[in-house]
């Protein structure tokens, strides 16, 4: 055997315990063949890996000048890409119009401010009504409180399987949270109704929930295990009921004492689009939703869905994706991106928002508040192509529906073709008046779920709709609440 560089030696011993026990001294040569020739079995970065990568990047000019901008400017500021802000329209050739941005702060309900800023559209149309807001506090009360019970019972009902059970796990995982979808809109304000901003306003903790939200799901954690233990105990149903109304008790206090209590009657002045006073008069949650309102949420709406990680013309259902345990689970029609366009034109037309939901944090430019996949170039800026397709992204948790936000205009081409669409935010006033605009193509990759009434549903979908549904599992990773 020749001899060995210390060098050499040193490098060798590094590929040792990269490589672990199946790495042979035998491989030790003066040629080095059978070092190289190990790399194949190694599951670590090795030392020959590294002076290959080091060689293959290659820190010229160009290279160099990059580094130094990324040492101190953000990724997304260095990709954008200058050329596609050029000639950029904002003109929109259709537009439901709306009143008064609204802000839902340090919080994750945005599932709530998308559904109630559609139904005050149109209210406000309606009834002739001047600008409108619905208070998010007064149902944001009853979604935590139904969700504590919601999974309370789910305790209850699964207290004869083991910790380690899939369900058990699930439900000790996401007690709950602030997060939610439109199968929560129709259910909650369909049981408790809907009030005015100014008869419930807004609490720090309704504009922060973390905090509140943290510490109720740590209660709820801890009453799980007792529930637990009482049903090892054999306590019995009735007890175990009357236990969990008592949890159920100080949750309410918990969220009393934080976001106020719900007003069960209230005395509200109608005022038209003009600011005339019409009418004074005392109404319940429940009755001033019937006045103003009054269609029917939990039926005469659709959600659809663009999946195409999973078969298209099918019904799915979610298992105990639900924001009330009497409530119904989310259900949805899944159908290809080209068909939910069109029923989303002709609701635009018709002068109705609808819900949507998208993956709002890829390509937004939020200096312009503008969504749009050719606006950031980071393929160029990093040197890598990004090649996967939407469906690969959704199997892989690289992309989900992450927020929602309320469905107002479409811009149309002379063929009548979309070229953007534009959402009503409920982040506050910003680029566009509060509203962000997205191209056409970013609404093909990103856009995950919309909700339609049923009028606006064609014969297929009404048709699909009679299906038994597919049913997915809670932990299905598509799913997560939208915030």
Not at 470 to 478: E, G, H, K, S
Request: with cysteine; hydrophobic share 40%.
């Amino acid at each position: 055997m020749n001899r060995i560089t210390t060098s050499r030696m040193f490098m060798l011993a590094a590929a040792f315990w990269a490589c672990g026990s199946s790495f042979s001294f035998a491989a030790i040569t003066s040629s080095g063949s059978k070092t190289e020739a190990c790399v194949a079995d190694c599951k670590g970065v090795t030392p020959a890996m590294l002076e290959s990568f080091q060689k293959a990047y290659r820190a010229d000019a160009s290279s160099k000048a990059l580094r130094n901008a990324l040492a101190g400017t953000s990724i997304d500021v260095l990709a954008v890409d200058a050329d596609s802000r050029n000639g950029f329209d904002t003109n929109f050739s259709h537009r439901v119009k709306s009143k008064g941005i609204t802000d839902q702060k340090r919080s994750g309900r945005c599932w709530l401010f998308t559904g109630l800023n559609v139904l005050r559209s149109q209210m406000m149309a309606k009834n002739d009504l001047g600008e409108l807001k619905l208070s998010q506090a007064y149902n944001f009360f009853y979604d935590q409180l139904e969700k504590s019970n919601l999974f309370l019972q789910g305790i209850i009902d699964t207290a004869d399987k083991p910790m380690d059970d899939k369900m058990v796990e699930w439900l000790f995982r996401n007690p709950l949270s602030d997060g939610g979808q439109f199968t929560g809109v129709a259910d909650l304000i369909m049981k408790y109704g809907v009030v005015p901003a100014d008869v419930m306003n807004e609490s720090f903790s309704a504009e922060n929930t973390s905090r509140l939200s943290n510490l109720v799901a740590l209660k709820l954690r801890e009453d799980a295990l007792e529930l637990r233990r009482m049903h090892a105990a054999k306590a019995g149903a009735k007890k175990m009921a009357e236990r969990k109304e008592q949890m159920l008790g100080e949750v309410y206090r918990m969220l009393a004492v934080t976001l106020g209590e719900p007003p069960a009657e209230f005395t509200w002045t109608r005022r038209d689009s003009k600011g005339d006073v019409v009418s004074t008069k005392a109404y319940t949650p429940k009755s001033f939703y019937e006045e103003f309102a009054g269609n029917d949420l939990q039926n005469d709406y659709i959600m659809l869905m663009n999946d195409p990680s999973r078969p298209y013309g099918k019904l799915y259902e979610i298992d105990y994706d639900r924001h009330t345990y009497d409530g119904s689970n989310w259900t949805y029609v899944n159908l290809p991106v080209e068909d939910i366009k069109k029923m989303a034109i002709e609701s635009i037309k018709d002068s109705t928002m609808m819900y949507f939901s998208c993956d709002v944090g890829k390509y937004l430019d939020r200096n312009r508040g503008v969504l749009d996949p050719s606006g950031f170039d980071y393929e160029s800026l990093m040197g890598v192509k990004f090649g996967m397709d939407k469906a690969d992204r959704i199997r892989t948790f690289a992309s989900a529906s992450s927020h929602a936000m309320t469905l107002v205009a479409v811009d149309l081409d002379s063929e009548g073709k979309p070229r953007k669409w534009m959402v009503e935010n409920s982040w506050g006033d910003g680029p566009n008046n509060g509203h962000l605009i997205m191209t056409d193509p970013w609404f093909d990759e990103y856009m995950f779920r919309l909700v339609i009434d049923k009028k606006y549903a064609t014969p297929q979908v009404l048709e699909i709709l009679k299906q038994k549904p597919t049913l997915l599992p809670a932990w299905d990773p598509m799913f997560a609440p939208e915030n």
